[in-house]
């Protein structure tokens, strides 16, 4: 019995580590300008196109079919939901992985994260 109690401790204090991004992590703001700029969005648009539009794509954008069997749908970032994201959230997102998500923070800097985040904001326009 004890070893199915110290089981599930386990269980649950590695699965509240898991998801978003805790507390205690500060949620950045996004340079000003960025989300406006067209020059940042291109570059975004870019980095999504050859690191992220496979799992996060529309099928026009050579999304894989493995997507669509993710236990919970990768989002494309087009719905008018998104238009309302918060720009740090989507950084940390980004950055730090989600579950079911790397983390990007050992591929992209932090601009190009921001770059990327501004053009994720622009697809629900």
């Known amino acids: ?20 991004p805790s507390a205690d992590t500060a949620v950045p703001r996004m340079p000003d300008g960025m989300r406006e ?3 940042d969005r291109e570059a975004g648009r870019q980095l ?3 690191h992220c539009a496979g ?3 529309t099928f026009d ?13 990768a989002p494309d970032f087009t719905e008018p939901a998104y238009r309302h994201a918060k720009p740090g959230f989507l950084f940390l997102a980004i950055r ?13 800097n932090q601009k190009e994260t921001w770059q990327l985040v501004a053009y994720l904001l622009s697809r629900a326009e």
């Open 61 to 73: 954008e050579n999304r894989s079919q493995a997507s669509d069997r993710f236990r919970s749908a």
């Open 55 to 57: 799992c996060h794509g």
């Open 1 to 20: 019995m004890v070893r199915y109690v110290l089981i599930w401790v386990i269980g649950v204090v590695v699965l509240t580590g898991c998801g978003s």
């Open 37 to 39: 700029s067209l020059p």
């Open 96 to 108: 730090l992985g989600r579950v079911g998500m790397p983390a990007w923070a050992p591929h992209l």
């Open 48 to 50: 999504f196109i050859v």
